[in-house]
C-alpha cells in the first residue's frame, strides 16, 4: 500500500488532454515539494517534474503539474502514443523520514 | 555529466545478505545537499523507496525493512552500497539508486537498476 495515491490507470485519445492525481498527506505532499517520474516498460525512471511545477531541460511544455494543499496533479496535453508509460509521483514524508512514491498511474493514449 | 551505476549479484539465495553497489559519477558526496538514494522495484509493481545516504553521513530507512538494511558510502571512490539481509523471494525486483539533493529531494539521475532475483 503506497503513502501517496494516484489512480491505477487513465486513458485519453490522441490529442487530447488527460490529468493524474496524487493524493497524501500534511507530512508529505503538504508540506513538501513533489516530483513526478515517467517509466517506459524496461527502463529507469526518468524526472519529468520537479518543485511541485518545474520541468527539466528537454521535457516538452504539453506536461505540466500543480500541487494544492495535500494533493497533485500531472497533466498532459497533446497526447502522442510515445506518452504511453506509467507515472509516479513523489516526496518526502517528514513524519517517516523517508522517501514516499504514489503506487504509479498506467497511462494508455487510444 | 552525472552517472549512476548499480552493480551485484543477480541471483541470491533465501536468508543470505544481498549487498548492492552504487558507483556515480559528475557528483560528489562530500558536497553540501547532496545524496544517494536506493529504490525497487518488483516485476509489474510500484517503486518503493528504501534508503537515502546524505552528505554529512545522515541515514534514512524505509521503516518496514529498517532492521535489514544498512547504507554506506565510501566518498573516496564514490561508491554507496546497500545491504538488505535475511533475503525473501518476495525482494525479488530491481533495485535503482538515485541521486537526490536534499530539500527538494527530488530524484534527478538514476542508475539503469540491477534485477535482483531472490530464489534457492
Known amino acids: 500500500q503506497s503513502v501517496l495515491t494516484q489512480p491505477p490507470s487513465v486513458s485519453a485519445a490522441s490529442g487530447q488532454k488527460v490529468t493524474i492525481s496524487c493524493s497524501g498527506s500534511s507530512s508529505n505532499i503538504g508540506s513538501k515539494y513533489v516530483s513526478w517520474y515517467q517509466q517506459f516498460p524496461g527502463t529507469a525512471p526518468k524526472l519529468l517534474i520537479y518543485e511541485n511545477t518545474k520541468r527539466p531541460s528537454g521535457i516538452p511544455d504539453r506536461f505540466s503539474a500543480s500541487k494544492s494543499g495535500t494533493s497533485a496533479t500531472l497533466g498532459i496535453t497533446g497526447l502522442q502514443t510515445g506518452d504511453e508509460a506509467d507515472y509516479y509521483c513523489?516526496?518526502?514524508?517528514?513524519?517517516?523520514?523517508?522517501?514516499?512514491f504514489g503506487g504509479g498511474t498506467k497511462l494508455t493514449v487510444l | 555529466q552525472v552517472t549512476l551505476r548499480e552493480s551485484g549479484p543477480a541471483l541470491v539465495k533465501p536468508t543470505q545478505t544481498l549487498t548492492l553497489t552504487c558507483t556515480f559519477s559528475g557528483f560528489s558526496l562530500t558536497t553540501t545537499k547532496m545524496c544517494v538514494n536506493w529504490i525497487r522495484q518488483p516485476p509489474g509493481k510500484a517503486l518503493e523507496w528504501l534508503a537515502r545516504?546524505?552528505?554529512?553521513?545522515?541515514?534514512y530507512y524505509t521503516p518496514s525493512l529498517k532492521t535489514r538494511l544498512t547504507i554506506s558510502k565510501d566518498t573516496s571512490i564514490n561508491q554507496v552500497v546497500l545491504t538488505m539481509t535475511n533475503m525473501d523471494p518476495v525482494d525479488t525486483a530491481t533495485y535503482y539508486c538515485?541521486?537526490?539533493?536534499?530539500?527538494?529531494?527530488?530524484?534527478?539521475?538514476w542508475g539503469q537498476g540491477t534485477l535482483v532475483t531472490v530464489s534457492s
Open positions: 538515485a541521486r537526490t539533493v536534499a530539500g527538494p529531494d527530488y530524484l534527478d539521475y
Open positions: 513523489g516526496t518526502w514524508d517528514t513524519s517517516l523520514s523517508n522517501g514516499v
Open positions: 545516504i546524505d552528505w554529512d553521513d545522515d541515514k
